[in-house]
């Protein structure tokens, strides 16, 4: 009986342990920007279309370049039908089109470009795909600070409500101080769950993503942390040198003036070379007398087209014009590139500019000053409305402060995209 009660202890004892340790289990695992960018491009099914699209283009490629297959022709015939049941013939002959002029060098070749073009349209595609759930881990990042702002805000009011329910007890204030007080209190908690609805959306947009549930979603990394500007260097270069989309257009035109090529060549005709053995038997008479004759031929026949009246000028014409179009586009997107990069340049100097403002001078001057103001109202010495005024500056400042280390955070991804490098050593 005793061991029985021991055992069944000890099995209630474990079934307790699991029951307390199953909530810690539970906790989501914060995790970086990084990872939730490979999750997303793991988990993105145009990158994955894109990549079985350019591996069936690939394999196009090799099916252009291979050599058609040789025409096998049977004939015969008999003179029984026509009275001359002695007369045969039958041949038999294998015929091979031979393309001249590189012709299948240029249609493999064709393709293969259009095969990396596909392959840099999907690199273009994960670039912006990155872009996107950055700056939306950004944002959320941003909330999730602005919510632990409004925490720290509504902490103040509570301490200020305090103070001044012990000022109110010791006659020291009137009512209405401590009834502004206790508004100030409802406001901060209001804005609170104002700023908590806010992150909702942002969790389900990253987790549609990256395939994770809503409750996994948590972020480790924070705006304040620093990030690695870009060396002096020519940005635009290294933009043009590394951007996919513009890569794309280089090997489309690369593509037209292959089709061109081909367009000329398929001007001129390929030749038919072939081989046949025939037999042939018939009857020959001769003054009253016959004889049979049978004879066994062998033979290369060749055959071409001539170029009379089809020189392909249309295809010719069609592939100059996609040529020109190429070249259009081409110069077009370096434009737009030049642009963006320099944009981006701008609006990160802009975002640094403005932060030293608020780390240097405005934060901790108005960190000081609330916690005077605080200790004024304390002792006596200031009016509520005082250290009112200061904990609405202090939210509203931090506020904009939060919102400038977002500016420069998304100013510098922005920059990194129109570049197409990854100056932080992340996922590129």
């Known amino acids: 009986m005793t061991h029985l009660t021991l055992s069944r202890g000890t099995v209630l004892a474990l079934l307790l342990q699991m029951l307390v340790c199953l909530p810690a289990l539970a ?14 491009l793991k988990h993105s099914a145009e990158l994955a279309a894109l990549e079985k699209e350019t591996a069936a283009t690939y394999s196009l490629a090799v099916q252009a ?90 902490k103040l009011n509570r301490e200020l ?59 480790a990394d924070k705006l304040s942390i620093p990030i690695p500007l870009p060396k002096n260097q020519d940005l635009v270069k290294q933009a043009l040198a590394s951007r996919p989309d513009f890569l794309a257009l280089a090997l489309e035109r690369d593509k037209a003036e292959t089709e061109s090529c081909l367009a000329k060549a398929e001007a001129l005709p390929n030749l038919t070379a072939g081989l046949f053995a025939q037999w042939q038997r018939n009857s020959v008479e001769v003054g009253g007398m016959s004889s049979i004759n049978s004879d066994t031929q062998l033979g290369i026949r060749l055959s071409m087209p001539i170029p009379v009246f089809d020189r392909n000028t249309g295809g010719w014409s069609a592939a100059r014009a996609r040529l020109d179009a190429a070249d259009s586009r081409r110069l077009a997107l370096e434009r737009t590139i030049i642009a963006e990069v320099e944009a981006a340049i701008s609006r990160l100097s802009s975002s640094e500019r403005i932060l030293a403002m608020f780390e240097q001078g405005i934060i901790p001057q108005l960190t000081e000053n609330l916690k005077l103001t605080q200790e004024a109202y304390r002792l006596g010495e200031v009016g509520i409305i005082s250290v009112i005024d200061e904990q609405k500056k202090f939210f509203e400042v931090n506020d904009n402060y939060l919102a400038a280390l977002h500016g420069k955070r998304v100013a510098f991804i922005k920059l990194e995209t129109a570049v197409a490098t990854d100056f932080a050593g992340g996922v590129q």
């Open 27 to 40: 906790v989501s695992v914060p995790r970086g920007i990084n990872e939730i960018v490979v999750l997303t």
């Open 161 to 219: 409500v305090a103070i001044a329910g012990e000022r109110f007890k010791a006659g020291d204030i009137p009512e209405l101080d401590l009834n502004l007080a206790k508004v100030e209190l409802a406001r901060a908690e209001s804005r609170l769950l104002e700023v908590e609805r806010e992150i909702i959306p942002f969790r389900i947009k990253i987790a549609s993503l990256t395939g994770l549930s809503e409750s996994d979603i948590k972020l």
């Open 65 to 154: 370049g291979t050599i058609g297959n040789p025409t096998l022709e049977l004939q015969g015939s008999t003179g029984s039908l026509t009275g001359s049941p002695d007369e045969r013939f039958a041949s038999i002959g294998i015929n091979q089109e031979l393309p001249l002029y590189g012709k299948l060098r240029l249609r493999r070749e064709a393709v293969q470009r259009e095969a990396e073009v596909l392959q840099r349209q999907r690199d273009n595609a994960a670039r912006l795909l990155k872009d996107e759930v950055v700056t939306l881990a950004l944002d959320y990042s941003l909330t999730s600070q602005r919510q632990e702002l409004a925490e720290n805000l509504v």
